[in-house]
């Protein structure tokens, strides 16, 4: 099983804190945030980890080599970022879409129980991981489903066929893989593609193809797109914090690397 987290963007809505670094590196409970990601992610038997990056890419890349010396991760630069969104991020890799592949946001935080409960379930070519709550916002990207089927899936869903949002984690195995790169090619050979985001295709083959969803609700998770949400990210990963040594030691090696 391979993971691709993408992690080109800047984060303009968490400046400051973004202004010398993008979003994956802002630290949560004493660690990047996407040490947090990585841990969960091998936790869980994933092989390989391919990370994207576009923002400060030199940073992360640095990073990476010292924290993660010896794992299975590596990175592809994006140079479409500052022009693009993500589902350019998306075609920037789709050669490593060559098998079974968890799809995660680089600004999704969560532990290794919520990936499990989405890896255990019943084979489908494409999974959306979903969630509940009472009430959704303009910025949660929505899901209407019937059972256990996504029908749509976009910021912009009426209120009344909103029944739970994505989390930012999609797992392709069998054929979905090699359906969702083609679609992304496909997609991306007009100049309307640098501007939508990965989900919009989703929604488009949930038209005519089987897309799933696997609700994890219980398990916490969070996504950081403001200063606000860094509190909320903390006390996912609370309980353990204290276990694992916190990533400032590193720094000094890095800025020497």
Known sequence: MKAI???????KRLLPLTAKRPKCMIPIAGRPLIDWQI????????EEIRVVTGYAADLVEDYLAVAWSGEPVQTVFNPFYLVSDNLATCWVVRGEMDGDFILLNGDTIFRAPLLETLLAGEPRDVTVTTD?????DDDDMKVAVEGDRLLRIGKDLAADVVGAESIGLLLFRGH???LFRRSVEAVMRHPAGLRRWYLSVI?????????RTCCIAGHPWAEVDCPADIAAAARVVGESCGEIPCAADLAAAVSSV
Request: aromatic share 4%.
């Open 39 to 46: 841990e969960a992610l091998l936790g869980c038997g994933v």
């Open 203 to 211: 929604d488009e083959l949930a038209r005519d193809h089987a897309v």
């Open 5 to 11: 987290i993408l992690s080109a963007g800047q984060g």
């Open 176 to 178: 979905g893989a090699a």
């Open 132 to 136: 509940r709550k009472a009430v959704y």
